[in-house]
């Protein structure tokens, strides 16, 4: 299976129940579009968490992930659940109109940074008991926050 095919059918895995931020109230699920109906459904994005490497590296993730952007407006969150490359991945999805996030963590484990993920987008109020934070956001108390959007987050564990 190619990557992107991967990545397209994890979008579709994660955009299953999504759970509203803990900052927003939850929207009004939309009706089933039908014949002559002008409800359109909640426009879908995707944000892929990557650890980050060196350019080679980085570069394959982005090449892998490339053909997604032509099914899913698409944004790239390199960093071990890095709140900075996650708000910046957040804001460039809602700048598109997306209301809803499929979220495809790219690590080695399942739960590779799970808790600090969830906590930073909203999926969970539990504050984790440590944060993993590298570079700048080491040395950040606000840093360690939920992180600010509107849309509805779904990921995968």
Not at 58 to 70: G, H, K, L
Request: proline share 10%.
């Amino acid at each position: 299976m190619r990557y992107s095919s991967l990545l397209v059918a994890l979008a579709v895995v994660a955009c299953g129940p999504m759970t509203a931020p803990q900052s927003v109230h939850a929207p009004v699920p939309p009706a089933a579009p039908s014949f002559g109906s002008s409800i359109e459904a909640p426009r879908t994005g995707l944000l892929v968490m990557a650890h980050g490497g060196t350019p080679e590296w980085n570069e394959t993730v982005m090449a892998a992930v490339q053909p997604s952007t032509d099914v899913l407006p698409t944004a790239v969150a390199f960093g071990m659940a890095n709140p900075y490359a996650l708000q910046t991945a957040l804001d460039e999805l809602e700048k598109q109109g997306v209301e809803r996030v499929a979220v495809v963590r790219m690590f080695l484990s399942g739960e590779s940074f799970l808790d600090q993920t969830e906590y930073f987008l909203g999926l969970s109020g539990q504050r984790p008991d440590q944060f993993v934070l590298m570079g700048p956001a080491a040395a950040d108390p606000d840093a360690r926050f939920p992180l600010q959007h509107s849309m509805q987050v779904g990921t995968h564990t």
